[in-house]
């Protein structure tokens, strides 16, 4: 069953064509990670997707419902939600008070709302945090706490923005184990934008290739690495990158 | 949610990490804060009994600022929507409570009811379209300052405002709460005033506590980030400038009465704005207490240039008859504040605590 749909979406920054033309399907439980060269297009697609930027074309279409132009809060609530690549808290409040505000959308008592959001904290592995400001993590913390506060939301589609980046490698494994764990216990759809090809051929079902913009590829994580025009498009780069 | 938990990395956190840091403050900040405005207020009861009338008169004019104060607290400290023309909601409190009065009869109480709800009406209106065009900071303070001004110059041209010459509360015989109106050094004046604003103080105390406190706070931290987390950003937006419109306008209100005289300059000149914007600067932005101890400084500030000015010293006579002299002084006070303790008295203040 199809979970996400986008067609023909297209968006322009005065001239510059950041996408064109962009389709794909997500299906519901499916991990699709999304590659691509800086400046492709990939979190403008985030963006579009989640509400943040209107396209000029195209419609993207969630549960079988059109959210075009949909407000991002909306979209938010609808059950899709987002993390940011350069991490945004709300840096006068804890980090509990942080993912608070994600869970604050289903109305529950006072108490049900903390236990629930240290549940949450806890499962990112940020407990000893939890009554910290915000502002006093490190930026791996930081990068936990955007993943919380989206968990904190019960997304269906949870789109991650360069979830590892900044993250040294002992760092990632219990982060990728947890993104297996919520596809596995919650069915809970992954879109994921990564640079690190390791964990791009380790999770996703399927893998997205952006290039200026248009989708280059589309396939499995060994189709796609092995085409020569992904190749290229990475400049001789070798995709499946040494850091992994 | 059961399942994998992420240990480690950061910290010897864990799955069973409910040890200390679970563990609830013994009084959650809300009802601190509102057992401490108890106590304050219960302090401030007996004040008028035992001041001279004169310090009477201050206390009043403080307990005014104070409701100014937290009102635009609300929106511009806890929302972060800079405002720039809070004499609007204050003037519209004003007038409308006035104009009822004077030309119906109708109870200041009511009138101040009014008074709120065509502030919150107006100032959702014009939030609306702020937001929608998404007018920020110095854009938007600008948008407010044109707005108060626009219906300064409105009111001061409009026959039904009676034009620049306002109104002036028709005396009655004897005193009456129900309209308002005692002899000149009564302190029933301050009593109202302050449970005025002891009313303002919790509702700000309960707004910055509540669901929509929180989203309003996540709005000012992270606008994009907190729409991206489902937080509906334009009601919440709109909610936030209604209160605190509301709150400002019971203090225009209340003055018209306990001065017994409103113009166009008093209610709607950008000294009025000014005046909120200093007290809640200098006391501490986005605090809960910043409102009362700015208030008390710059109401007493202003009782102080007040007299300065009617009756100078010898060697200050050439101040004889100006007026300003408050402004500037606020103007002075503010440029040390933000210098000196750029979170004012008790944002800084707390910061201290905290270390």
């Known amino acids: ?244 | 949610m059961t399942g994998i938990t992420i240990a480690g990395g950061t910290g010897p956190a864990g799955r069973g990490g409910t040890g200390r840091a679970t563990k609830a403050p013994p009084l959650r900040p809300q009802n601190r804060q509102l057992a401490i405005l108890l106590v304050l207020l219960l302090v401030a009861i007996p004040l008028p009994l035992i001041l001279p009338s004169a310090q009477g008169a201050v206390a009043v004019r403080i307990l005014i600022f104070l409701l100014m104060a937290v009102g635009w607290n609300i929106m511009s400290g806890f929302g972060g929507m800079f405002s720039f023309g809070h004499a609007a909601y204050f003037g519209l409190g004003a007038y409308t409570s006035a104009y009822l009065l004077v030309e119906h009869g109708v109870s200041p109480w009511i009138g101040m009811l009014a008074g709120m709800a065509v502030a919150a009406g107006v100032a959702v209106v014009i939030g609306y379209f702020a937001f929608r065009y998404k007018l920020q900071g110095a854009y938007f303070a600008l948008a407010t300052f044109a707005f108060a001004e626009m219906l300064r110059l409105i009111v001061t041209s409009t026959e039904f405002t009676n034009k620049a010459v306002g109104f002036s509360v028709p005396l009655i015989q004897g005193s009456s709460l129900w309209k308002i109106q005692f002899a000149a050094d009564s302190p029933a004046y301050f009593w109202i005033a302050l449970a005025l604003a002891g009313l303002a103080g919790a509702a700000s105390i309960l707004f910055l506590h509540s669901r929509s406190g929180r989203y309003v706070t996540a709005i000012r931290d992270d606008e994009l980030a907190a729409a991206s987390l489902g937080t509906p950003v334009m009601r919440h937006k709109l909610m936030t400038v209604a209160l605190s419109a509301a709150i400002t306008a019971v203090a225009g209100a209340f003055y018209t009465q306990y001065y017994l005289f409103v113009n166009p300059d008093l209610a709607f000149g950008s000294s009025v704005s000014i005046q909120a914007i200093a007290t809640v600067v200098i006391g501490g932005i986005g605090t809960v207490w910043g409102p009362v101890v700015g208030a008390i400084i710059v109401g007493s500030l202003s009782d102080v240039t007040a007299t300065l000015l009617r009756t100078p010293p010898d060697f200050l006579n050439f101040l004889q008859g100006r007026s300003g002299l408050d402004v500037a002084l606020y103007a002075i006070l503010l440029i040390l504040i933000v210098r000196l303790l750029p979170k004012g008295i008790v944002g800084t203040a707390m910061a201290r605590w905290r270390r």
């Open chain 1, 1 to 244: 069953m199809t979970i996400l749909n986008v067609t023909g979406v297209g968006k322009d920054f005065r001239g510059l064509r950041a996408l064109s033309e962009v389709e794909f399907e997500v299906g519901q439980g499916e991990i699709l990670g999304i590659i691509g060269p800086n400046g492709a297009g990939k979190t403008t697609l985030f963006n579009v997707i989640c509400g943040a930027l209107a396209p000029d074309t195209g419609r993207v279409l969630f549960a079988g419902r059109d959210v075009t132009g949909r407000s991002p809060d909306r979209i938010a609530r609808a059950g899709m939600v987002r993390t940011f690549q350069l991490m945004r808290p709300f840096g006068s409040m804890s980090v509990l008070e942080n993912v608070s505000l994600a869970a604050q959308h289903e109305r529950q008592p006072a108490r049900r709302l903390r236990e629930r959001s240290l549940e949450v904290v806890e499962r990112v592995g940020l407990g000893q945090w939890a009554h910290r400001p915000a502002t006093e993590l490190p930026t791996a913390g930081l990068k936990r706490l955007e993943l919380a506060r989206a968990l904190a939301m019960r997304p269906k589609v949870l789109l991650l923005d360069e979830v590892l980046a900044g993250l040294v490698p002992a760092e990632r494994e219990p982060v990728l184990d947890l993104l297996a764990d919520l596809r596995e216990q919650d069915g809970t759809t992954l879109l994921f934008i990564e640079h690190i090809m390791a964990a791009v051929m380790r999770l996703s079902d399927r893998v997205l290739v952006l290039d200026q913009g248009r989708v280059l590829a589309a396939g499995s994580a060994e189709e796609v690495t092995s085409d020569p025009r992904v190749i290229e498009a990475y400049l001789g780069e070798e995709p499946a990158g040494a850091e992994g």
